[in-house]
């Protein structure tokens, strides 16, 4: 089935550590995006790769990096400087930058820092 | 910078009602709105996409409509049921980065 894959579905993480987080997609899509849920918030942007080894940051980008070294993969890392990094991140995919297709989404990963 | 805003922002009714969900934006230069169900805990399901030049898309229980000019479109939900609680967001495409709404969050009760 075509779709995005994003894992784990819950992650915790020990203060000071990094973790990444996984977003993997078979539709042929260009376009990858990372946003941040909070309760009350909306979904706000983090970092969004318009094509392979190339990404921009979004409204929220410090504390987090990725890379796009493969069409289908966009992973995110949660760095220690993100001070409050507990929140539920999705991944989402078009096919293309172009103005006019539908984005998808993954089911989401939910970081707990513990 | 694009703003997108959602009204109201919880909704409780009775099951069999009609509902009407609002999403207001603040700058009229979108390619296209994209209306999403989110369960809790879950993704984003794509509902229902209307490109710039359309005025309204169906999908079964489900119409949107969009008017441009006035920044605002709505999703309408026919005959609700308690299947259809869930939150319900609007993303609005102006550049290449699609704005959301906070949301609307619509309980339907038995």
């Known amino acids: 089935d075509g779709g995005i894959t994003q894992s784990p579905k819950y992650l915790f993480r020990k203060e000071g550590q990094n973790v990444t987080l996984s977003c993997e997609q078979n539709?042929?899509?260009?376009?990858m995006y990372w946003y941040r849920q909070d309760p009350g918030q909306g979904l706000r942007l983090i970092y969004y790769s318009q094509i392979v080894n190339d990404f921009q940051k979004g409204d929220i980008a410090e504390g987090y990096s990725v890379s796009r070294e493969k069409k289908e993969s966009f992973p995110l890392t949660v760095t220690s400087a993100q001070k409050n990094p507990t929140a539920f991140y999705l991944c989402?995919?078009?096919?293309?930058?172009?103005?006019?297709?539908?984005?998808?989404f993954g089911q989401g990963t939910r970081l707990t820092v513990v | 910078k694009q703003e997108v805003t959602q009204i109201p922002a919880a909704l409780s009714v009775p099951e069999g009602e009609n509902l009407v969900l609002n999403c207001s934006f603040t700058d009229s230069a979108i390619y296209n709105l994209q209306w999403f169900r989110q369960d809790p805990g879950k993704g984003l399901t794509s509902l229902l996409l209307?490109?710039?030049?359309?005025r309204e898309q169906t999908s079964g229980r489900l119409n949107a409509s969009l008017d441009k000019s006035s920044g605002r479109s709505t999703l309408y939900i026919a005959a609700s049921q308690p299947g259809d609680s869930a939150t319900y967001l609007c993303?609005?495409?102006?550049?290449?980065?699609?704005?959301f709404g906070r949301g609307t969050s619509l309980i339907v009760h038995p």
């Open positions: 989402a995919s078009r096919s293309a930058s172009w103005q006019w297709t539908e984005a998808f």
């Open positions: 993303a609005v495409k102006g550049s290449y980065i699609p704005t």
């Open positions: 209307i490109q710039s030049s359309q």
């Open positions: 539709l042929n899509h260009d376009a």
